[in-house]
């Protein structure tokens, strides 16, 4: 891999990563709501689900895809269901603000829980599992040997990725001091509820 073609996918992947997109909102809403440290669990089910579908990417994923393309379809309507839920869930949401300088979760929510939660975000998003099948293999040259390839596309991936998620986190905390108004808190929720809820209708339409 020269170093153009490894300056040009970064450039690719920085701007792509930090458009919001369902991973970065799910960041974003979880540092508001618990705190950029506390968020960090989420951030790290985002990032495991994003380099499984990588790896997933690496090992022959857009093979599987066109060989069964009725499991992108069913991957699609799950992402889309699970999109939409969590945008009545946020759209619901509680009104009354956290603070984000406490030390320690609150009782009803666990890391492991904040891990899932983003987890089952990104790995449901069929948008990513288009993009590793169709967009990272064209940065790979056929005529070298491509596990180094691959491993060198994905670690920057990763830390593009967690550079993003460190923005929207700190975003969020700082978001959070403005939102102890009921009603401010209230027309976010409504805000990043309809920002799911749209990310789930668009799904509608993307085709492999």
């Known amino acids: ?75 699609r309507y799950v992402g889309v269901a699970y999109l939409v839920y969590l945008g009545v869930k946020a759209w619901r949401g509680e009104e009354s603000a956290v603070d984000p300088a406490l030390p320690a979760l609150p009782v009803s929510i666990s890391a492991w829980a904040l891990f899932r939660g983003g987890f089952l975000i990104g790995i449901s998003n069929p948008k990513a599992i288009l993009f590793a099948a169709a967009f990272l293999p064209q940065f790979v040259s056929q005529s070298a040997p491509q596990i180094p390839q691959f491993a060198v596309l994905i670690v920057t991936f990763a830390a593009v990725e967690l550079f993003w998620y460190a923005i929207y986190g700190m975003g969020g905390q700082k978001l959070a001091g403005y939102l102890i108004r009921p009603a401010l808190k209230r027309a976010f929720n409504r805000l990043t509820g309809g920002i799911f809820m749209g990310f789930g209708v668009a799904l509608l339409r993307v085709r492999f």
């Open 1 to 75: 891999m020269t170093i153009e073609t490894w300056g040009l996918f970064g450039a690719a992947v920085f701007v792509l990563a930090g458009t919001p997109g369902p991973n970065m909102l799910h960041v974003l809403t979880r540092s508001v709501k618990f705190g950029a440290r506390r968020s960090i669990p989420a951030m790290l089910g985002c990032l495991s689900a994003l380099m499984t579908i990588l790896l997933a990417s690496a090992t022959g994923l857009s093979a599987v895809l066109i060989a069964a393309p009725g499991l992108f379809e069913a991957l």
